[in-house]
């Protein structure tokens, strides 16, 4: 059983592939963090070594294997910890060259070898030159899938070598869907959930899960919005910490980023009359507060900067630079409005 909750194209593609025998030797998984590229990764994973009619079955030794990370055949690639314990900035040359020794094995236990390269935008230039040629010449019986959330970070010879599936969020109801009848979310937390994932499933999930996920998420939104208020030194200063934490590894500054443009967003729609549509259902009378104290050309502008400031970002730009470029263009707010969150 398929255990991917929606991406019912991405399904279709790999299932047919599958039934024919004619899955490619490298697939390059698209889309948006936690939008469920891992699960699917896994799952054909598990389909191409299980020999059960209706594969995956997720019941057989080799599925369950597998799914708790213990199958030889399969292996996840992902950026190492350092000695502090904290996640490397890149995926070296030296893992690649691991990876694609034991391609070269047969495999072991399974039918199939599979290797998932998490993250694979995170690979160094040399890292990505050398994965090329065993995407030119890969080696029989083995699974290549490439997972991203930045593409346009890929080099494009790696792209064009690689079977692509793109993986959209999800419709907010079918998240909302999916958090009360596989995780028995009360309906009330299901709504707000799904709309603060924006259709990433795997997010509202963790979420679901994890209080503190919601906690960090108000705390970072707190902050933001606090800076808007402060003078230019605090907004510089801040500017400094995100480009430091930016300089270890980019993920908590683009979550961050995606947190602000979720705000802003929510201006604009509520400007707009789409309040129905706002994601911070949570915040919704500090959001209708600040849209009313906002004009619609100053929101637009800031979303505007913020996208800019994402691409840059992305083109690898000076991080301090195109921070405080972005501190500076926010909006300033009056100290006077607080913001607070009501309970999910
Ligand atoms: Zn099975």
Known sequence: MWEVFGHEKALKALTTGLEQGRLAHAYLFAGPAHVGKMTLAVNLAQAVNCREAERPCGECNACRRIKGGKHTDVQVVSRLADEGGRTKADISIDQVREFERQANLKAYEGQCRVFIIEDAEKMTTEAANC?????????????LLLLTSKERQLLPTIVSRCRRIEMKPLPVSAVEQALQERWQAPPDKARVLARLSAGRLGWAMTAHLDNKVLEERSHR???????????????????????????RGADSVDETLELWCGWWRDLLLVKGGGQRLIANVNLEPSVNDEAAQSELATIRRFLQSLDDAGRQLERRANPLLVLEVLMLSLPHRSKEREVEASPA
């Open 221 to 247: 939104l707190a902050r933001f919005i606090e800076v808007a208020s402060a003078p230019r030194s605090q907004r510089l200063a801040y500017a400094a910490e995100l480009a430091a934490q930016f300089g």
């Open 131 to 143: 994965l090329l040629k065993t995407l030119e010449e890969p080696p029989p019986q083995v699974l």
